[in-house]
């Protein structure tokens, strides 16, 4: 199997704190994850691509101060929203990939997302 | 660059009909594509993929997918559906070079909902 744990589900919280959200491949080492982004029926916007053991690459547009991702292991990847504000309110979606073979054929497996509203 | 279009945004269908959800892509490079299956407030499942090569591809719960080169399009097929199909489904390609190279483009998916 290929199991991806995203921890909390759900987290409600006031404008100014900031919240970290955990993503963990329990059956397997993800040497890459993912972290998307997906507002109210769109589709997922990839935020950044997180690789253990160095800096997370972020998409265009993304603020890298405001969305600190950290991949210490090859089992746990973390998004910190850093002084969250209720624009920032959405649902976030890890993945993570299992290494070997060609690098682009690997499916990402998902976590079931974390939907973070700020008050 | 790359990108995926999902031409219907909403698909309403009987249970037991067929059913069939189109999905377009355009790539300047090889690419793997893949339908994922969405339930509410849940991540994303792997439906089926494409690598290469036969072109069509199954799932274990009878869907099917034909990957059409010359008309770079990806549709997910149903021949009978059941009311636990209902979610909603997204279309991706991931470049196998280039720029794109790992990267998932997602279309902006299909809400199949089916009515008993």
């Known amino acids: 199997g290929a199991v991806v744990s995203q921890h909390p589900s759900r987290v409600i919280c006031k404008s100014g704190t900031s919240v970290k959200i955990e993503c963990r491949s329990l059956?397997?080492?993800?040497?890459?994850m993912f972290w998307y982004r997906q507002f109210p029926k769109q589709s997922l916007m990839l935020m950044a691509t997180?690789?253990?053991?160095?800096?997370?690459?972020?998409e265009q547009g993304v603020e890298k101060d405001k969305f600190l991702i950290n991949h210490a292991s090859l089992t746990l990847s973390t998004l910190t929203v850093t002084s969250a504000h209720p624009e920032d309110s959405s649902f976030y979606i890890c993945?993570?990939?299992?290494?070997?073979?060609?690098?682009?054929?690997?499916?990402?497996?998902f976590g079931d997302g974390t939907r973070l509203s700020i008050l | 660059a790359q990108s995926v279009t999902q031409l219907d945004s909403q698909v309403p269908v009987f249970e037991e009909a067929p059913v069939e959800l189109r999905c377009n892509y355009s790539s300047s490079v090889s690419v793997y594509l893949f339908w994922y299956v969405q339930y509410p407030n849940q991540g994303l499942q792997l439906l089926l993929k494409y690598l290469s090569g036969s072109t069509l591809v199954e799932s274990i719960n009878g869907f099917e997918a034909e990957f059409n080169k010359s008309q770079t399009s990806f549709h997910l097929r149903k021949p009978s559906v059941h009311i636990s199909d209902t979610a909603e489904y997204f279309c991706a390609v991931r470049g196998a070079g280039g720029t794109s190279y790992g990267k998932l483009t997602f279309g902006q998916g299909t809400i199949l909902t089916v009515h008993p």
């Open positions: 059956d397997f080492q993800a040497t890459t």
């Open positions: 997180s690789n253990e053991g160095s800096k997370a690459t972020y």
């Open positions: 993945s993570a990939q299992k290494p070997g073979g060609v690098y682009g054929n690997q499916p990402q497996h």
